[in-house]
């Protein structure tokens, strides 16, 4: 009994599961080591995915464009590349465009000035967009109208649509300019829009103008027809013969109230990118025309314009009541008036 005990016992030794073989226990922890390895390639793959795409559009919105090179830091945000929702500018499309508006008064030769510039074959000055009331009504139709024009959506004779290098329009000073300054320097600064400040330092010779232009719209000196620009010497000599009266009881102020007008459109407009430009310095000195294509960086071309000048020479051949004027004002500090070429 005892043996078989034994014996029992040495079976039960010899039935004893065996150890696991080493080479299974290899072959568990190589593929376990490869899954984990797959699962750890798989997150870096993606984080590295993640952090190129993020890096990459990091890029976009830091940098320019490759056309941009060349282009000074200073000069990027005025520097655009408009893409038109009417149309393509197909080839044009990596041409770098310069924003500007022309801040002018009535009959201060911007008329003339816009097409010196419209002469280019690069820009398009639109004209006097505000000059209707509804598109002025409030900030907001302003803006979408301006926006329209920067994004070269606006049509009109002057559109150079795709290749254009330079687009604006003009603005006279009361076509909502004033009563929407901060909005509009605002928009200036953040869109990018470059002020071409437009004034006429013989203020006598701008009422003459102003003056003999209202009385044209009435009088229709020309066949019927009034036009506040002419392209003959006859059509100007006509329109010359006409000499307005000068209201000299409030001449002084009148004055004063257009230069207290110019200092303030200056001071609401002074943080913007702008040139101070005066008519009588272009017309003395054509040279200007070149700093003006240098600020909208233009290739430089010879500006021209149709436009013929309708009042010339002395001031005291186009006013009814000169030695009144010429009274009422020697002494005072607009007497230089007096004595300039008009």
């Known amino acids: 009994m005892a043996e078989e005990m034994c014996f029992?016992?040495?079976?039960?030794?010899?039935?004893?599961?065996?150890k696991r073989s080493p080479m299974l226990s290899r072959m568990v922890i190589l593929v376990f080591a490869m899954v984990f390895g797959v699962?750890?390639?798989?997150?870096?793959?993606?984080?590295?995915?993640?952090?190129?795409?993020t890096k990459f559009r990091n890029l976009q919105v830091i940098e320019r464009p490759c056309h941009d090179n060349g282009i000074e830091l200073s000069e990027?945000?005025?520097?655009?590349?408009?893409?038109?929702?009417?149309?393509?500018?197909?080839?044009?499309?990596?041409?770098?465009?310069?924003?500007?508006?022309?801040?002018?008064?009535?009959r201060s030769g911007s008329g003339w000035f816009e097409t010196l510039l419209n002469s280019h074959v690069n820009v398009s000055s639109n004209g006097e967009i505000f000059s209707v009331k509804d598109r002025r009504k409030n900030i907001s139709s302003i803006v979408?109208?301006?926006d329209r024009v920067y994004n070269l959506d606006w049509f009109s004779s002057a559109s150079r649509n795709q290749c254009t290098a330079a687009v604006g329009f003009k603005w006279m000073l009361n076509q909502g300019l004033m009563e929407h300054h901060k909005e509009i320097a605002e928009y200036f600064n953040r869109k990018g829009v470059s002020a071409i400040f437009?004034?006429?330092?013989?203020?006598?010779?701008?009422?003459?103008?102003?003056?003999a232009n209202s009385y044209d719209r009435?009088?229709?000196?020309?066949?019927?027809?009034?036009?506040?620009?002419?392209?003959?010497?006859?059509?100007?000599?006509?329109l010359s013969k006409y000499k307005p009266f000068i209201n000299?009881?409030?001449?002084?102020?009148?004055?004063?109230?257009?230069?207290?007008?110019?200092?303030?459109?200056?001071?609401?407009?002074?943080?913007?990118?702008?040139?101070?430009?005066?008519?009588?310095?272009?017309?003395?000195?054509?040279?200007?025309?070149?700093?003006?294509?240098?600020?909208?960086?233009?290739?430089?071309?010879?500006?021209?314009?149709?436009?013929?000048?309708i009042h010339k020479g002395p001031l005291s051949d186009h006013i009814r009541n000169w030695e009144d004027v010429n009274k009422t004002l020697t002494g005072t500090a607009y007497e230089s008036f007096l004595r300039s070429e008009y």
């Open 8 to 18: 029992f016992n040495k079976d039960t030794l010899v039935l004893k599961p065996p």
């Open 39 to 53: 699962y750890i390639y798989s997150i870096c793959l993606k984080g590295i995915s993640t952090h190129t795409k």
């Open 76 to 106: 990027i945000h005025y520097t655009h590349f408009p893409k038109p929702e009417t149309y393509s500018r197909a080839e044009c499309e990596h041409n770098p465009v310069q924003f500007f508006a022309i801040l002018s008064m009535q």
């Open 144 to 146: 979408q109208n301006l």
């Open 198 to 211: 437009l004034f006429r330092r013989n203020l006598l010779g701008r009422m003459v103008s102003v003056l």
């Open 218 to 238: 009435y009088a229709k000196l020309l066949n019927g027809t009034h036009k506040s620009h002419v392209h003959t010497h006859e059509e100007a000599n006509i």
């Open 248 to 309: 000299c009881t409030s001449l002084i102020t009148d004055l004063k109230d257009m230069e207290v007008t110019r200092a303030k459109v200056l001071e609401y407009f002074n943080n913007t990118r702008h040139i101070i430009l005066y008519y009588e310095d272009i017309i003395m000195n054509h040279t200007k025309l070149d700093n003006v294509q240098d600020f909208l960086k233009l290739p430089k071309m010879e500006l021209t314009s149709r436009q013929i000048k």
